[in-house]
């Protein structure tokens, strides 16, 4: 296990629902990710957080809402969504965001399926 | 801006055959090069990673990859492959703290017993 855990693992939800997708880390890393992995597409970095503190929102529609309360944990808030927003939402952490040449390590990713 | 390109959506390879999984990038800078393996169900995981120094990077279960300034590549490679190593393998790349991790879409690995 890479020590970033993710949790539900599956979730299905239908469009007019409000759930949260939670990620914690125990690692000491100050930096955690937000990323959605769609078929046949590149992983798309949705939001960047860094000692809790948002540092990036890559155009991600309102729907999507992260928090950061602290250093190990960070959930993403969904609400009214959309069927394309079905996805596998990976949750990642780095011990910092700005040590470019250290790797990110990543939890087992949530499934969500939008009816 | 920074990308990656992971030219081949598909690689076959028989059991105990060498593989390559092919990946070309494009930065401004130097750039800093992962690679990363996902297995069903699974999120991803580090295979290796290309800083400086040697062109040849060494990583874990038996992969390798090869730093090549001169065609922009960091092709995978493994002399022999496992049937265990079927699974999807993402190239990805960064230039600086500033800028974020950038991933190729994904080569799916299919070793053939």
């Known amino acids: 296990e890479t020590g970033v855990t993710q949790t539900p693992r599956h979730l299905v939800m239908g469009m007019t629902n409000k759930k949260s997708l939670k990620c914690e880390q125990h690692?000491?890393?100050?930096?955690m990710y937000w990323y959605k992995q769609s078929a046949k597409k590149p992983l798309e970095l949705m939001f960047v957080y860094s000692l809790e503190e948002r540092v990036e929102n890559n155009s991600v529609p309102s729907r999507f809402s992260p928090e950061c309360p602290n250093s190990s944990h960070l959930f993403l808030h969904l609400h009214t969504l959309q069927p394309e927003d079905s996805a596998l939402y990976l949750c990642a952490s780095s011990p910092s965001r700005h040590w470019a040449s250290t790797e990110a390590f990543f939890g087992q990713g949530t499934r969500l399926t939008v009816v | 801006a920074q990308s990656v390109a992971q030219p081949e959506d598909q690689v076959n390879v028989a059991e105990g055959n060498p593989l390559t999984v092919k990946c070309t990038y494009s930065?401004?800078?130097?750039?800093?090069l992962f690679w990363y393996v996902q297995y069903p169900n699974r999120g991803l995981q580090f295979l290796l990673k290309y800083i400086t120094g040697d062109n040849l990077v060494k990583g874990s279960y038996g992969f390798e990859a090869e730093f090549n300034k001169s065609q922009t590549s960091f092709h995978l490679k493994k002399p022999s492959a496992l049937v265990s190593d079927s699974a999807l393998y993402f190239c990805?790349?960064?230039?600086?703290?500033?800028?974020?991790?950038?991933f190729g879409k994904g080569t799916r690995l299919s070793v053939i017993a």
């Open positions: 990805a790349v960064r230039v600086s703290g500033n800028t974020p991790l950038v």
């Open positions: 930065v401004s800078g130097n750039p800093y």
């Open positions: 690692l000491g890393h100050n930096a």
